[in-house]
């Protein structure tokens, strides 16, 4: 693969919004992307093969849990920090950015915010340290859109759980250590588990021939009668507000990591377009071209403009789960967009590994189906501007 | 042992170089700094010598407060706290002045700065800084070894390399073979967070006279246009070298 040449794009001064800090977490995130992530992505991906090399120096730069307190291994950062290392990663890949949000949106956050005092204390360094890889399962076979009808359950024995069931699609699984598990106890009502490898019954077969996210292991989290100790449970919150409240954490760093896949592909297109040479001038200069290009980087603007506001509210505390919703439906939307436009322009260099474009592109499907399909955004926006759910 | 690193804040390598209007000055507009690269083999170094030796590291720079980015970008990734002389660089020798009020002031043993800055490419300023306190100078340093307080350095010098010995307090203008490009650290998030609480301490310059300055800027002349002529047709080639390049 040619050397990463990636410079992002920056039409509106939207640099002058973000803090010197800030800056520094983009481009120490960017500078080992281009060091780690870039010379060795494209064969990973066209292998389907895992890069677990890169777990030490993701948990090294601080991509594990990046605002989680630095008392239980995080570094303390604001939303605006996370959002930029989400994008930086997924500038370099999706499925490297899913190892991050899954570890520290769907694992750390939910121990950190409604663990008890062991389990952060026991879990959340290691998590950080990348000594334990963590899995989230919520989503089941026949519970995607609607994880409220899950059947995966445990019941109180008296000293212990047992936990059965199966939970579909979900990163990290072959390889993780622990699992977040959200399952129904005997009432009916939803609460968080953690479940650990080498637990009896507990297996993670993997899911083979994806098209999307290959340089990420995906599969099940099977539980035949797995008995969980009682102090794994998360204490702090129960019903389905729980994983949904750790599902908004990680859809806001996808809303920064789909726009950082955007801006690849922008930078990319543009750069090519400026070399190649049609009917004796460089393609940009056909107004076909410019026309892409200048659809891309007013989206690429108005998204970064979409986030960086999201981010301020987030680190007010006041956003809300539709308007992250709204933004990661958008950054995903004209990421695709872009990824395809991009693609038609390199020609057919777009459909070699040469260039990230068409990798993006196949990764962005699974982006737009996991954390909430695309529709499921829409009706989550639907339900909030008219009072009025359509989901069932 | 206490070191001083120094650190020139300089537009990056991809930068579009501009100068202002009247051709006097680089024009700073649009463009991204970085730490100076010959400044940053020798930080990586000087961290080394902390992570192995307990010595102690100081950033410091000669500069407006734009530079301070930079300079927590050197805490981030490893020293211990900064100094910022606050005023414009004007030219080496002022420079040197300040690096050697600060070295004296503060009683280091080691100065570690770049072989040259890649922004003016002056390359005076550690000589400079050696000559005004009397101190030894390796410069294009690629090696270094020793327990200290004598080192042995490996020098770049034309065509091979040089072994010599020195020993504190000294002077180094470093340069790649310092530390490998690999080694150069990336700062990590608790780095950046711990690098909020450093001390970066601001100080006054010391009086010192500038004894060069500035007429003016230009670019190279742009390339001119590639004239194909046919392989076979060495006549032309001639002549237009004659008459045109004007080389033969
Ligand atoms: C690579 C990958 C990694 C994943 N990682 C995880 C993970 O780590 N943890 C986890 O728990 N899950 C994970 N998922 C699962 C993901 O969240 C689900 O795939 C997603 O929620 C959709 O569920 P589903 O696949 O069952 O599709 P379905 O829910 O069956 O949806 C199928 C289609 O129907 C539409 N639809 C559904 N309901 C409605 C409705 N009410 N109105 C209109 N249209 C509707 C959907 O929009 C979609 O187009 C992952 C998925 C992928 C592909």
């Known amino acids: ?392 | 042992m206490k070191v001083l690193v120094c650190i020139s804040h300089v537009p990056d390598t991809t930068s579009k170089i501009n100068f202002t209007a009247d051709n006097s000055a680089f024009d700073k507009n649009g463009v991204q700094f970085v730490i100076n690269p010959y400044d940053e083999f020798g930080l990586t170094r000087a961290i080394w010598l902390k992570e192995k030796k307990g010595a102690s590291v100081t950033v410091l720079n000669v500069g407006g407060n734009e530079t301070e980015p930079t300079l927590r970008k050197a805490l981030a990734i490893g020293a211990d706290n900064a100094i910022r002389v606050d005023a414009e660089p004007s030219d080496a020798f002022f420079v040197a002045k300040q690096i050697a009020a600060v070295a004296q002031e503060g009683g280091y043993d080691l100065i570690i700065a770049g072989r040259e800055s890649i922004d003016y490419n002056g390359g005076q300023v550690p000589g400079m800084v050696a000559a005004l306190l009397n101190w030894p100078f390796v410069n294009a340093c690629v090696g270094m070894d020793g327990e200290g307080p004598e080192f042995n350095f490996t020098r770049e010098i034309d065509g091979g390399k040089e072994k010599l010995s020195a020993s504190l307090p000294l002077v180094i203008g470093g340069q790649k073979g310092l530390v490998e490009e690999s080694d150069l650290r990336i700062p990590n998030m608790r780095g950046i967070m711990q690098a909020r609480t450093k001390p970066l301490e601001v100080k006054a310059a010391v009086d010192a006279e500038t004894k060069t300055s500035v007429g003016s800027f230009s670019k190279p002349a742009p390339k001119s246009a590639v004239k194909m002529i046919d392989a076979e047709n060495v006549s032309e080639l001639v002549q237009l070298l004659h008459d045109e390049a004007k080389v033969i």
């Open chain 1, 1 to 392: 693969m040619a050397s990463d040449l990636f410079e992002s794009p920056d039409y509106y001064q939207i640099d002058d919004l973000l803090s010197e800090e800030h800056k520094l977490v983009r481009n120490a995130t960017r500078d080992w992307v281009k060091k780690e992530v870039s010379p060795i992505i494209e064969d990973y991906a066209q292998r389907a093969a895992f890069p677990d090399q890169l777990i030490k120096g993701l948990a090294e730069v601080g991509a594990f849990g990046p605002y989680i307190p630095e008392e239980y291994g995080g570094a303390g950062l604001d939303q605006i920090s996370y959002g930029l290392m989400m994008q930086e990663i997924e500038r370099g890949d999706s499925g490297v950015r899913s190892t991050c949000s899954v570890q520290s949106s769907l694992v750390m956050f939910p121990i950190y915010a409604y663990g008890s005092e062991e389990q952060k204390r026991k879990f959340l360094p290691k998590l950080a340290s990348g000594e334990f890889l963590g899995s989230f399962g919520l989503t089941e076979p026949n519970f995607g859109s609607n994880p409220g009808g899950m059947i995966t359950n445990y019941k109180d024995m008296g000293d212990h759980y047992v936990l059965n069931g199966a939970k579909m699609w979900i990163s990290n699984a072959p390889f993780c250590d622990v699992a977040v598990v959200w399952a129904k106890n005997e009432e009916g009502r939803i609460h968080g588990l953690i479940v650990e490898r080498g637990m009896e019954g507990f297996t993670t077969p993997e899911t083979h021939n994806k098209w999307s996210l290959r340089a990420s292991a995906t599969g099940e989290l099977v539980f035949d009668n797995v008995k969980v100790p009682k102090e794994n449970l998360l204490p702090g919150r129960s019903g389905l507000g729980a994983p949904l409240s750790c599902l908004d954490s990680a859809r806001y760093g996808i809303a920064w990591g789909a726009l950082g896949a955007a801006m690849d592909c922008y930078d990319t297109a543009l750069r090519y377009s400026k070399e190649r040479l049609q009917f004796g001038k460089p393609i940009a200069g056909f107004q076909l071209q410019q026309k892409k290009l200048a659809e891309m980087i007013t989206e690429i603007t108005k998204a970064q403009l979409m986030v960086w506001r999201l981010g301020t509210l987030k680190n007010e505390g006041k956003a809300t789960t539709a308007q992250i919703s709204m933004a990661k439906r958008n950054s995903v939307e004209i990421a695709l967009k872009i990824a395809r436009e991009a693609r038609q322009m390199l020609g057919g260099m777009g459909i070699t590994g040469e260039y990230s474009i068409m990798r993006h592109m196949m990764n962005l499907e699974s982006v737009v189906t996991y954390e909430g399909t695309h529709d499921i955004h829409l009706l989550i926006t639907g339900a909030d501007i008219t009072g009025i759910q359509a989901f069932k």
